[in-house]
């Protein structure tokens, strides 16, 4: 296997630069660098030199020996000055190296987890917390990446082999009186394992969690979206003009309030259209974004708006305007009169929706975990032993499939691509 090296830290310039180095020449590499190994897990300052004797750097270098280093394998890291020129000197250096190569992508990580250091539970949960711009995105990752949804689906897989293996005796012995047939705790046990896999599915979605609440503001033309838009985002994203029809197509920002991520859509306004396909299309999308929305922000006449939608009186500052009886937030995006209220109201429901502190799923955990527990359901309906085992089957392999053990090449290709390299 080729050993790989690689920048690990952010671009230089920089104070310090961290490169790794991991695979069966690792060691190698450190040596002929440094003139000979430091102590396992303990810094040492050392002059890093060229084949030729050549000063490339002071530096700080570790020995990690595998198999209990960050990728199962021997690692090396070199903590540099961070100027751009000694982070290439070092690793022209190291490409000389026989054996050594550049890392792809997530490569580190691919490592760790083919060598079992790391499941893929915890592989997603490390490229959603390189990739969190929020608090409760990092909080969110950070819980994932060590491992907390893995332990949990560690106890519901034990509990998912006892059940089994007490079907397989039930088979295997089924005419032997000390076995006896599956018991009134067999059923109690398969029906606690499905509430709790329900239990789990009912956890936010991760989509929400890393793309934000999303929150679509709607009415006909002239409205205040627009203003109301830029005045949220405290930016002049959005044109307005007082011509009705000037927002033709949908503008999405993502922003954040008090470490809550939000995705923010500003739309058409919706009106009976003419003869202009353009304007058209553009009503067309905002109907197909109210639809999407977590969260629509109606801004026009009361009880106008699509089903479940806030009541927003918007303008107040006009005195000409008609008043909503009923409405949730009364607001000017001009003069700023009920803006802090209307945000207020926003954090505490996406709050709500996001759920901070419990694990968020993604699309691909929520269909694992919805095949493992749809097959415990189907168990609990049966009576025959032997559909009863191959429903448990297919639990185990969604569970498989969810932390790796069972994985095709085209989805981790996916998900290590996500990785920067160095990672």
């Known amino acids: 296997m080729d050993t790989i090296f690689a920048l690990s830290s952010g671009a230089p310039p920089a104070a310090i630069a961290v490169v790794r180095i991991s695979g069966p020449h690792a060691g190698d590499a450190l040596q002929r660098l440094s003139g000979k190994l430091p102590q396992p897990r303990y810094a040492r300052l050392t002059s890093l030199r060229a084949a030729d004797g050549a000063l490339l750097d002071q530096a700080l270098v570790l020995w990690f020996p595998g198999p209990a280093s960050e990728t199962g394998e021997d690692c090396a890291e070199l903590q540099l000055h961070g100027g751009r020129a000694v982070v290439d000197a070092v690793c022209a250096e190291l490409a000389t190296f026989e054996g050594l190569r550049p890392a792809e992508p997530g490569e580190f990580t691919r490592r760790a987890f083919a060598n079992g250091r790391i499941d893929l539970l915890q592989v997603e949960g490390l490229a959603d917390l390189v990739s969190a711009e929020t608090e409760l995105q990092r909080q969110a990752a950070i819980g994932l990446a060590g491992g907390s949804l893995s332990r949990e689906v560690d106890g519901w897989l034990a509990r998912l082999l006892a059940l089994s293996a007490r079907v397989e005796a039930a088979l295997d012995f089924e005419d032997e009186e000390d076995v006896g047939s599956l018991g009134d705790d067999f059923r109690r046990d398969l029906a606690m394992l499905a509430q709790d ?38 930016d002049e994203a959005a044109i307005v003009s007082p011509q009705a029809g000037t927002t033709r197509d ?52 009361e009880g106008e708006g699509p089903a479940g939608a806030w009541e927003i009186d918007p303008q107040s500052d006009r005195p000409d305007r008609q008043r909503k009886q009923n409405a949730q937030v009364r607001l000017s995006a001009l003069t700023g009169e009920g803006i802090s209220q209307l945000q207020a109201a926003l954090i505490r429901e996406a709050r709500g929706a996001i759920k901070p502190g419990r694990m968020a799923l993604s699309r691909r955990q929520r269909t694992l975990l919805g095949e493992a527990s749809g097959s415990l359901s189907s168990c609990t309906g049966l009576a025959d032993p032997l559909l009863m085992a191959e429903e448990l089957r297919r639990a185990r392999s969604a569970f498989d499939r969810l932390t790796g053990r069972a994985a095709t090449e085209d989805m981790l290709d996916s998900l290590f691509g996500r990785f920067c390299i160095g990672k």
């Open 197 to 234: 896999l329900a239990n789990a599915l009912a956890a936010p979605h991760a989509e929400t969690l890393r793309e934000g609440y999303r929150v679509a503001l709607a009415g006909p033309p002239n409205a205040g979206k627009s203003t109301l838009f830029n005045r949220l985002l405290e």
């Open 250 to 301: 949908v503008l999405v920002r993502n922003f954040a309030l008090e470490g809550v991520p939000f995705t923010l859509v500003d739309m058409a306004g919706l009106r009976e259209t003419g003869e202009d396909p353009i304007e058209a299309a553009g009503i067309g999308r905002a109907h197909e974004e109210m639809a999407r929305a977590d969260c629509v922000l109606w801004l026009g006449a």
